[in-house]
């Protein structure tokens, strides 16, 4: 069975402030990927980045970017320079190959920005 | 052009009815999905539907029923209504067999009375 962990619930930080989120998996597949997903105050689901098990680059587009790390099977998100309208919950997950196989979500971060 | 289109946005209804929501998917894939987000957020799996093999959650009571006409669209019935099923239901749609993202419909926030 999968799971994820995110251990922080809620987080604030002051606008401009950099913000890490944390993601924990656990899986017994050696292929894998891995998601981080955003949930605006609107309600929508964003895709932001996806990760395959097998390529462990960091990743930056513009003021986010990604750690992964399977060393301690982590996939932290960094939101640099914060701003209000990162204003959102945001979910990691993860997802085995084959077919009509579900996203496994953590339980999200509500991250809030204030001006 | 709307990928995942899900009706309706709201539903409002009263305990006990039998509702349905429509979701139809235009990106070609052949895989689709119903999530459940809960008043805390949390996103849970109901229902996978591809070419024909449908995985059921084991946790969806059996008033919940998947129904797929064709590969672009997969509706949810929802039989006797229950205080617990007010929740926002998700559905999304990928292709099997690939590591690209799910994507994901607006939402239905079903509220029961």
């Known amino acids: 069975a999968q799971k994820v962990t995110q251990a922080q619930t809620e987080i604030s930080v002051v606008e401009k402030e950099d913000v890490t989120l944390d993601c924990v998996y656990e899986?017994?597949?050696?292929?894998?990927?891995l998601f981080w997903y955003k949930q605006p105050p609107s309600g929508e689901l964003v895709f932001l980045i996806r990760r395959n098990s097998f390529d462990e680059q960091n990743e930056i587009s513009g003021r986010y970017s990604w750690n992964f790390q399977k060393s301690t099977s982590s996939f932290n998100f960094t939101i640099t320079a914060s701003q209000v309208v990162d204003s959102a919950v945001y979910f990691c997950a993860l997802r085995i190959p084959g077919s009509a196989r579900q996203l496994t979500f953590g339980s999200g971060t509500q991250l809030t920005v204030l001006p | 052009d709307t990928a995942v289109s899900q009706t309706p946005k709201y539903l409002v209804t009263q305990m006990g009815n039998d509702k349905s929501i429509k979701c139809e998917q235009n990106l070609g894939h052949d895989t689709m999905y119903w999530y459940k987000q809960d008043s805390k957020k949390f996103l849970k799996i109901m229902f996978s539907?591809?070419?024909?093999?449908?995985?059921i959650n084991e946790t969806v009571p059996n008033r919940f029923s998947p129904k797929s006409p064709d590969k672009a669209h997969l509706n949810l019935h929802i039989n006797s209504l229950e205080l617990g099923d007010s929740a926002v239901y998700f559905c999304a749609s990928s292709q099997a067999h690939s590591n690209q993202p799910q994507h994901f419909g607006d939402g239905t926030r079903l509220s029961i009375l």
């Open positions: 539907y591809n070419n024909k093999e449908l995985i």
């Open positions: 899986t017994r597949d050696t292929t894998y990927y």
